[in-house]
C-alpha cells in the first residue's frame, strides 16, 4: 500500500526535484560509491512522514537508515522543504485563491517521548514529553503557518510568534478577523490583534460554546490533517530544525492535497483523478 496517491506525491517530488541543487562527480578516478537516486531517499521521507515509524524500519539493501538522515540533513540546510511549503502555497493561492479575510488560530499537544530542543512537559498526558504546535490556517483550512513550541506553552502567548509566520504572504485584507478560542481571551490578546489591525473573535471564558463553533473549526480539521501524518504524533526528533522539516513538509501535502481537490472541479490536466479525490 502507498504511503501517498501517486496523483499527489508525484506533483510534490517534480516540483521538489526542480529545487535541487546540480551535484558534479569530482572523483578523480570515478570509482567512488554511485549516490542513492533523490528519488528514492524522498519516496522513504514520505512513508516515515504518514506511518511514523523509525528510520531503520524504512531502510532497505536500497537505502541504508544513515542516507536516510543524511539526505534528510542535507535538504534542511538547504531549506529545500520550507521553499518547496512557499511554492505550494503560491501555487494554491494563484489557481484557487487563499481566503484571508477569516483566519483562525489553535494549538495542538502531541508526544515527544524522547524530548529534545521542543520537548515539554504535557498538561494533557502526566507531564510526559510532549510538543505543541501552534497553526494559523485560512477560511478553508490551508495551513499559513505554524510555530512548535513545548507542550507546557500557553496557547495565547505564542499567538504573536503564529501570526509572525504570515509575513511571506504580504499584506492581509483590512480588518480580517481571527477566530480564536476561549484560552486566547485575555486583554492582552485584544491588544496585539489590534496592534495589527486585526479583529479578534473570541469564543469567552465562562460561558458555553455556541452550537456553531464559527470559523473555529477548520483549524481544528487541519489539526486532524497534520495528525494523519504519524510522524507529527509520536515525534521522536530531538533536534527543532528536524521538527520544522517534518511539520513543513506535512503541510505540503495538505497544500497540494487541497489544491487538487479543488482544482478537480475547475481544470482539465493529463494526470487528473477520474474521481473526485
Known amino acids: 500500500m502507498p504511503a501517498l496517491e501517486p496523483y499527489i506525491i508525484e506533483p510534490i ?16 578516478l570515478g570509482c567512488h560509491r554511485p549516490r542513492i537516486p533523490e528519488r528514492l531517499v524522498f519516496g522513504k ?6 506511518f511514523g515509524c523509525a528510520y531503520w524500519r ?15 540533513d542535507e535538504w534542511i540546510e538547504l531549506g529545500l522543504m520550507e521553499r518547496l511549503r512557499e511554492i505550494s502555497l503560491k501555487a494554491y493561492d ?13 494549538g495542538c499537544i502531541t508526544k515527544a517521548p524522547c524530548g529534545g530542543e521542543k520537548a515539554g512537559r504535557s498538561p494533557v ?4 514529553g510532549g510538543i505543541k504546535r501552534s497553526t494559523v ?24 510568534a503564529t501570526l509572525d509566520t504570515l509575513e511571506p504572504l504580504g499584506e492581509l485584507p483590512d480588518r480580517a478577523s481571527v477566530h480564536l478560542d476561549r484560552a486566547y481571551d485575555s486583554a492582552a490578546t485584544r491588544e496585539k490583534l489590534a496592534a495589527r489591525c486585526l479583529l479578534g473573535e473570541i469564543s469567552q471564558k465562562g460561558k458555553s460554546a455556541p452550537l456553531r463553533a464559527g470559523m473555529r473549526w477548520v483549524v481544528e480539521r487541519t489539526n486532524s490533517w497534520h495528525n494523519a501524518h504519524k510522524k507529527l504524533v509520536w515525534c521522536t526528533e530531538r533536534e527543532g530544525q528536524v521538527i520544522d522539516f ?3 513538509f506535512s503541510e505540503v501535502v495538505i497544500i497540494v492535497r487541497r489544491l ?12 487528473r483523478p477520474s474521481r473526485r479525490p
Open 58 to 72: 524504512i531502510a532497505d539493501e536500497s537505502c541504508s537508515e544513515s542516507t536516510l538522515r543524511r539526505r534528510r
Open 13 to 28: 517530488w517534480e516540483q521538489f526535484e526542480a529545487l535541487l541543487p546540480e551535484r558534479e562527480i569530482d572523483h578523480p
Open 94 to 106: 494563484r489557481f484557487i485563491g487563499l481566503e484571508l479575510a477569516d483566519l483562525a488560530v489553535d
Open 246 to 248: 517534518w511539520v513543513a
Open 45 to 50: 521521507l514520505v512513508e516515515i512522514l504518514v
Open 125 to 128: 498526558d502526566r507531564e510526559k
Open 137 to 160: 490556517v485560512d477560511a478553508k483550512g490551508i495551513p499559513l503557518g505554524t510555530l512548535v513550541a513545548p507542550a507546557n506553552h500557553h496557547d495565547s502567548p505564542l499567538l504573536e
Open 260 to 271: 487538487i481537490r479543488e482544482g478537480w472541479r475547475r481544470y482539465r490536466w493529463e494526470s
